[in-house]
């Protein structure tokens, strides 16, 4: 181990300072650096003394530890601490520093690293060189469905080119070109951070070029105004879903930007928005479409106690899904919307984006009052949309439907949560046909209601099904009773939804008064 490099006192006007070897280095030669230490005073000798050999042994060990861009930070905070006890704990920490990055240069692992990056604790560690990601969930997902499966085990510092390839190589054969590009720019910017300001590795393993290149780009989907108008009046569609399409192709957001949205982010007196976060960290805001302001309003009073217009709405990697099941339920069926080739994409979430960048170019609206509400940074991303915008107008399409006119303000009572429909979005092949109600048994007493596919299949927890009577065996270890609402609807408004069909069931029985 080399020798500790003692530090050495220097007095400026009445003032202490001590001389350490910082490691910081000019023309190769490692120079000392001045350090106030207003904690000691003038003419105490052995204060002076101590606390320079405190500081000096400390420099030192974070230089061994691979923390030399934290010394000089922990030099000046010892160097003014006067109290004991603040003092004991500062040391302890630069302790818990060290021997976690002593570690952590040995064994962090992609995962690990990975984890540290979206998170945001990389960012507090480091915030003048690792922005807060306004994407991080998205690039969470990511990582862990195409990276770490592959490489998230291992070390960073063991990461080579060929482990970065299995990973590009093991990528599904439908991906886009643009998803996969995707996945090496997050895979190139973490080995990045890894170089600096982390300091795990010394030069990213991913060389310049080793980012696919994207080519012509496939043509994208949009919906037409009667295809917009259909779906936000099938009642079958989550009515919160439909809430957030109408809004999305209306007013141009992301995905994430809209189901971040907040109430005070909009004006509704006004009918403004103010998006301070988002993908391209440029705050922007502008003035909604009147039929937007009037159906959020209306949300509003729809959904008491929401923090957000769409906070229920579930952030994962199958929002699209979703969306093109609620698109054929709705009994939309244009093949070249859920058809995949080598030159057009299947209809995604994003294509209401694309719904809302095409009908506005088509209609007149300028460039620039389009980048205005997308954030879209460069005319030549707005241009990709002109060749649709000029197909559009020829057709003769016309605006979408006001929001608030074009929502059925209605939902079946079999109609699917977000979560249900993710579930059977992932297990099941939607058919293009749109769902069918349900048909009545020929023989039996169920009646033909609308409510009559819930009575004959009842939903997961429901009386009668399986995880019911699994559910009543916990309660009764747990001597908690069963009652009316083993069935799971607390809610009034839910038992009031669903009254009618007990009523219609009931009444179809035989009271069994006589034999």
Not at 30 to 46: F, H, I, L, Y
Not at 47 to 69: E, Q, S, Y
Not at 329 to 349: K, N, Y
Request: aromatic share 6%; proline share 6%.
């Amino acid at each position: 181990m080399k020798k500790v490099k003692r530090g050495t006192k220097q007095i400026v006007r009445d003032k202490v300072y001590g001389r350490f070897w910082l490691g910081k280095e000019t023309d190769g030669k490692e120079t000392r650096q001045s350090v106030p230490m207003p904690a000691v005073k003038v003419g105490d000798e052995k204060a002076i003394a101590d606390r320079c050999d405190l500081i000096a042994d400390v420099v030192h060990r974070l230089i061994n530890a691979g923390l030399r861009h934290r010394a000089r930070d922990f030099a000046i905070l010892l160097g003014e601490e006067t109290n004991a006890k603040r003092l004991e704990r500062v040391l302890k920490q630069i302790d818990r520093l060290i021997e976690g990055n002593i570690v952590s240069a040995a064994g962090t692992t992609v995962k690990q690293f990975g984890d540290r990056w979206t998170s945001g604790d990389l960012h507090r560690e480091f915030p003048r060189h690792v922005k807060l990601k306004a994407t991080a969930e998205e690039d969470g997902q990511m990582l862990r469905k195409y990276v770490y499966p592959e490489i998230g085990g291992t070390p960073v510092a063991h990461v080579t080119l060929d482990d970065a390839e299995r990973v590009m190589a093991k990528l599904p054969a439908e991906l886009s070109t643009a998803r996969a590009r995707h996945v090496a720019q997050a895979m190139h910017r973490m080995f990045n951070l890894a170089v600096y300001p982390a300091r795990l590795i010394k030069v990213n393993p991913l060389p310049k070029g080793f980012l696919p290149k994207l080519g012509a780009g496939k043509a994208k989907q949009y919906l037409y105004p009667d295809e917009d108008a259909k779906l936000l009046g099938c009642t079958e569609v989550p009515l919160a879903e439909r809430v957030l399409y109408g809004v999305t192709d209306r007013e141009g957001f992301r995905f994430l930007e809209a189901v971040r949205l907040e109430w005070d982010d909009l004006d509704l007196h006004r009918g403004a928005v103010n998006l301070d976060k988002n993908k391209t960290d440029d705050p922007r805001a502008w003035a909604l479409d009147p039929g937007v302001v009037e159906a959020l309003r209306k949300w509003k009073l729809l959904t008491p106690g929401s923090k957000g217009p769409f906070d229920t709405i579930p952030v994962d990697e199958h929002q699209a899904d979703r969306f093109r099941f609620d698109v054929q339920v709705a009994g939309i069926d244009r093949t070249s919307l859920f058809d995949r080739s080598a030159e057009s994409m299947r209809l995604r979430f994003h294509d209401l984006r694309a719904t809302f960048v095409t009908s506005a170019l088509a209609l007149g609206k300028s460039e620039t009052w389009v980048s205005d509400r997308t954030g879209h940074k460069s005319s030549a991303m707005i241009a990709k949309y002109k060749r649709a915008a000029r197909t559009y107008a020829e057709l003769n399409l016309g605006p979408l439907k006001p929001l608030v006119d074009a929502i059925a303000w209605t939902q079946t009572a079999t109609c699917q949560t977000s979560v249900q429909r993710g579930r059977y979005v992932r297990k099941t092949k939607v058919s293009r046909k749109p769902r069918k109600s349900a048909a009545v048994p020929k023989e039996g007493l169920e009646p033909s209601c609308p409510f009559g596919r819930r009575i004959l299949s009842p939903p997961r927890g429901a009386k009668g099904s399986p995880q019911a009577e699994e559910n009543t065996g916990r309660r009764a270890k747990a001597g908690r009773p069963g009652g009316p609402f083993d069935r799971g609807l607390t809610d009034l408004g839910e038992i009031d939804r669903h009254w009618d069909s007990y009523e219609v069931l009931i009444a179809s029985m035989d009271p069994g008064g006589e034999s």
